[in-house]
């Protein structure tokens, strides 16, 4: 692995698998499916989590932060619109932005094909590391969080398949 770039998708890093989503051992998780990577300079690279990128289908536009932007702890500083919905893109950790992956304007769906390699979003300074590193979820606490979050996308697409039902 290359502490200063972007992972390689055959690297030998560690996954954790959770209901069938992978997620790296290395990488710090936000509630809200970014995911943080320290860098050895102190940086964090971030992208969004597998289980984003299987649930929110194509991703097929991406605004990405504006470089030299400050943003806070789980704030929003872009959108990810896929086939599916548009959401926001929140930051797992408060600093300013040093660098956005120009590459996913001409590819957006490498978030969906390497979310944790070619398909991160951005790299940030963060202001205060350790603090928010502290309410961010390693990989031993992803189950029960994950469970529940298959359980909410799962009600809510049958909610949807019954409102089709009744038009």
Known sequence: MNPSGPRDASSDEEIKVVKGYRFPTDLYYH???SWGRVEADGNVRVGMNHFFAKAAGVIVNIELPEEDSEVEQGGVCGKVQSSKWIGSLLSPMKGRILKVNRDLVDDTTLVNKDPYGQGWIFVIKPFKLQDDLKRLLRPDQLDD??????????AEKQKR??????Y
């Open 31 to 33: 509630r809200e499916h």
């Open 145 to 154: 969080w994950l469970v529940a979050e298959i359980e909410k996308a799962e």
């Open 161 to 166: 398949k019954e409102r089709r039902i009744r």
